[in-house]
């Protein structure tokens, strides 16, 4: 089985939004986890959020839809060894 990492919660300050600043972000963690053995990694994140768009153009693909109080989340997954579809 994969070993899988979880990211709780990642947000960037919406003043910064559209920098590169989040997708910078998740890249270099994604390495870090990759070299510390993970080779999947899965998130959520608020459907209504547009800021959470830019996780598509890091690899990550939506799974599934869970109801949240806070709005429909999407979970998505990336696979770090290939950057084929994670399912």
């Not at 986890?33 to 990550?60: E, I, M």
């Amino acid at each position: 089985a994969a070993e899988t990492a979880y990211i709780g919660l990642f947000m960037v300050d919406g003043r910064f939004s559209g920098q590169g600043i989040g997708s910078r972000l998740v890249e270099e963690l994604l390495e870090e986890l990759k070299t510390a053995g993970f080779s999947r990694v899965r998130l959520a994140y608020q459907k209504a959020n547009p800021q959470s768009n830019g996780l598509d153009k890091n690899g990550f693909q939506p799974v599934e839809e869970k109801p949240h109080p806070y709005g429909t989340m999407l979970v998505a997954v990336r696979n770090l060894s290939f950057s084929e579809n994670p399912c």
